[in-house]
Nanobody, 129 residues
Framework: QVRLLESGGGLVQPGGSLRLSCAASGGTFGLLTIGWFRQAPGKEREGVSCISDSDGSIYYVDSVKGRFTFFRDNNKKTVYLQMNNLKPDDTAVYYC??????????????????????WGQGTQVTVSS
């Protein structure tokens, strides 16, 4: 099974940028649905962004549209989340995850965490002045 390792989190001031990476090892890394989720203290896990190879769908939660970009490098088996103009509300632990059933990302309410089979350990993003 694929193992995922996130990196790139940290402390940043409002308006700043971070690039999260999620490197996969073992298994295959093609024809998947790949998601970025986040969980803030006291809140439920939220789907932030998602790419699906099943239908080519790409999803961003409304609160990050225009600020976050999800991209991938299949040769390096790595996906990235470029986060610009960060806000305090973006503070959370960020996780990448793989869905081997290749669910579409375009479902009401965004990607469903329970559909995802493999998860990384998460990386903390703190946006504060």
């Amino acid at each position: 099974q694929v193992r995922l390792l996130e990196s790139g989190g940290g402390l940043v001031q409002p308006g700043g940028s971070l690039r999260l990476s999620c490197a996969a090892s073992g298994g295959t890394f093609g024809l998947l649905t790949i998601g970025w989720f986040r969980q803030a203290p006291g809140k439920e896990r939220e789907g932030v962004s998602c790419i699906s190879d099943s239908d080519g769908s790409i999803y961003y939660v409304d609160s990050v549209k225009g600020r976050f970009t999800f991209f991938r490098d299949n040769n390096k088996k790595t996906v990235y989340l470029q986060m610009n103009n960060l806000k305090p509300d973006d503070t959370a632990v960020y996780y990448c995850a793989l869905d081997y059933s290749r669910s579409s990302c375009l479902v009401p309410g965004g990607p469903i965490a329970s559909n995802f089979d493999s998860w990384g350990q998460g990386t903390q993003v703190t946006v504060s002045s």
